[in-house]
């Protein structure tokens, strides 16, 4: 499956966590309509194949979006390739979660560092560029977690209600600059990040959401492609919703006793514990290989 086409002719669009899944997802739109896209990630083998295989319109970086120095890098490799940034990608971010009474500070911190920080490191850096070229478009990856109080995501879902709010306050601040800032909040999504977790794709293999099916990153693509775009010319502060109806789940299950359950009183699957993938949460941010800047899923405990 391919993104819907959205016109993009003219722009630079620079991807976090574009190596591949949602993030190379939105890479092959930005460039299917007719852009040129900088992926960056801490996956190097992964990035620099997946900006091979879109041709001339494409670039790799590699960037820990927890680095300022590695941010402002990718930002001058953008400008000396091709000359000017028009929009940024906020993808990139790690997902795994535990109920709150287990989570360990160390994890909550890495999560938040990751998902959250990278993010305003992102945006500030990015900002004197777009204002100097007349304005640009910030998407921020924020998640259905960041729409509403989901279990098991005491560090995903605090970092994705914090890029919710902060981009809200960018899209206050930087309006008169011209640069609009969204933010994107997938459901439940098939990656690289949530397939180890028995997530597929298809019709009726995700009973608990109203839609019935898991998306994937073409669906989410296509929604970021459409921010970007002019299309969007008058809107920022907004938060887009790209879940199958998730949002709406409170018509379909409920909480009790501090807990959520499904029509038949079982735990939905979406609130469901999983097991992190190996090396998907490495205790050295930016530094291991398995370190997960990539792939955003937009749910908690993927």
């Known amino acids: ?28 739109a930005v460039v299917d309509g007719g852009d040129r896209v900088v992926v960056t990630d801490v996956l190097e083998e992964e990035g620099a194949a997946t900006a ?5 319109a494409a670039r790799f970086v590699r960037d820990d979006v927890t680095a300022e120095s590695d941010w402002q890098a990718a930002l001058d490799f953008t400008g000396a390739e091709f000359g000017r940034i028009d929009g940024l990608v906020n993808n990139a971010g790690i997902s795994a979660g535990q109920l709150l009474e287990h989570e360990t500070v160390e994890h909550f911190r890495q999560v938040v560092e990751i998902n959250l920080v990278g993010v305003f490191i992102g945006m500030k850096t990015v900002i004197s560029a777009m204002r100097a070229g007349g304005g640009g478009s910030v998407v921020n990856v924020s998640s259905a977690a960041g729409l509403t109080g989901l279990a098991l995501t005491a560090g995903y879902g605090a970092s994705k209600w914090g890029v919710r709010g902060l981009s809200k ?27 180890p977790v028995g997530i597929r794709t298809g019709e009726g293999n995700y009973p608990g959401a109203p839609m019935g099916r898991v998306g994937v990153p073409e669906e989410i693509a296509a929604a970021v492609a459409f921010l970007l775009s002019d299309a969007a010319a008058y809107m920022t502060g ?39 993938p190996p090396g998907a949460l490495p205790g050295s941010t930016g ?9 955003e899923p937009g749910v908690p405990g993927a």
Not at 7 to 20: F, P, Q
């Open 1 to 28: 499956m391919s993104a819907a086409v959205v016109d993009l002719s003219n722009k630079v669009v620079l991807v976090t966590g574009g190596a591949r899944g949602l993030g190379g997802a939105v890479a092959r």
């Open 52 to 56: 091979g295989e879109l041709g001339g």
């Open 169 to 195: 306050i960018g899209a206050v601040e930087l309006a008169e600059a011209r640069i609009r800032v969204n933010s994107v909040h997938p459901g439940m999504t098939y990656t690289p990040m949530t397939a």
């Open 238 to 276: 907004a938060e887009l919703a790209v879940d199958g109806g998730d949002d709406g789940r409170a018509a379909h299950g409920a909480v009790t006793a501090g807990r959520p359950t499904g029509p038949a009183g079982r735990m939905p699957h979406r609130f469901q514990a999983h097991p992190t």
């Open 287 to 295: 530094t291991s290989p398995g370190v997960r800047h990539a792939a």
